[in-house]
């Protein structure tokens, strides 16, 4: 947790930082006892917390350095960006199987529908086809 620095020194040191209930951050040294309970900054009245390993994960999230934070987002949205160029394409190419299919279905119906209509054009005109042996 060391990319944040103390908001009345200014400077990033190793020793232990505290948040203020306002919000301001403040280092070891900077904490002086007798302000004991107002804000170095603003001097309202808080409460301290220090920022360490040991704080609950629901205070830990508001200390964590922006650039793993982001590193890990931009990981995330590539792999989701993956799945969805995958996604994309895949859709593609099924639409176009299913183009490719809706056309040889047309085909198919061609000759079909030439049968039905030679086979009602024999019918109607009195002409059966079975009945007409071979010598």
């Not at 099924?94 to 183009?99: G, I, K, Y």
């Not at 086979?119 to 079975?130: A, E, H, Q, R, V």
Request: overall charge positive.
């Amino acid at each position: 947790m060391d990319w944040f620095h103390c908001n009345k020194c200014f400077l990033r040191r190793g020793k232990p930082f505290v948040v203020s209930s306002c919000g301001h951050i403040f280092c070891q040294d900077c904490m002086n006892t007798k302000f004991s309970g107002q804000c170095r900054v603003c001097q309202a009245d808080c409460n301290y917390l220090t920022i360490s390993d040991q704080m609950k994960p629901q205070e830990k999230m508001y200390f964590t350095d922006p650039v793993k934070l982001l590193q890990t987002r931009l990981d995330h949205i590539a792999q989701v960006s993956v799945v969805l160029s995958d996604t994309y394409y895949t859709t593609r190419w099924n639409a176009w199987q299913v183009s490719e299919l809706k056309r040889e279905n047309e085909e198919l119906k061609k000759p079909l529908s030439q049968r039905r209509r030679y086979s009602k054009n024999d019918s109607s005109s009195g002409c059966d086809i079975t009945s007409h042996t071979a010598l």
